[in-house]
């Protein structure tokens, strides 16, 4: 799966980026296949 993420290309820009595109996208799928229904719930599980 991180494969697939990570292939995805990232549009933010450069100025500024830590984390990884492909690292939210994952945690966000996670988060989503755990029923996190929002952000807060997000936030709790990672």
Do not use: F, H, T
């Not at 996208?25 to 996670?30: F, H, I, K, S, T």
């Not at 755990?34 to 709790?44: G, K």
């Amino acid at each position: 799966m991180i494969s697939y993420l990570r292939a995805i290309p990232d549009p933010r820009m450069r100025r500024g980026v830590r984390i990884p595109a492909w690292y939210l996208l994952l945690v966000a799928v996670l988060g989503i296949l755990s029923n996190c229904q929002s952000l807060r719930d997000l936030e709790r599980y990672s």
